[in-house]
């Protein structure tokens, strides 16, 4: 099975405004998501990230403050998945519960080095 990395891009101002039942739905859907990834053996991992990052850049390796809150989306996830192909990935993809809340999924596949 070839590997792929979902990443979640959440909506901030949608993220942010949810009132804490909608928060317990989602953190839920996305439990019951991964329950279902894992019994038919797609999930291989997947977390919830900070909303905070750091990145360093450049030969120098300049560190600076990432994520800002200026910004209209933020990656709130991630899922690494397997399946048998790109079409197959879209469609457990069109499942996640990000999208309920105005979120963008991205799909991208892992590199196989042989």
């Known amino acids: 099975m070839k590997k ?3 990443l979640l891009h959440d909506d901030l101002q949608t993220i942010q405004n949810l009132s804490p039942k909608e928060m317990e739905g989602l953190v ?3 439990m019951d998501w991964t329950k279902k990834l894992d019994a038919a053996g797609h ?3 997947g977390e919830g990230l900070e909303e905070g990052s750091i990145q360093i850049k450049g030969k120098q390796s300049v560190i600076k403050d990432g994520t800002f809150l200026e910004s209209k989306e933020m990656i ?3 899922y690494l ?3 048998n192909s790109l079409d197959e990935i879209i469609e457990l993809s069109k499942e996640c519960p990000c999208h309920l809340w105005g979120g963008t999924t991205e799909i991208r ?3 196989q080095y042989d």
Do not use: C, D, R, V
Request: hydrophobic content about 60%; cysteine-free.
């Open 43 to 45: 999930l291989i991992a």
């Open 109 to 111: 596949p892992i590199m």
């Open 76 to 78: 709130g996830g991630f």
């Open 81 to 83: 998945l397997q399946a």
């Open 4 to 6: 792929y990395l979902l």
């Open 28 to 30: 839920q859907a996305h």
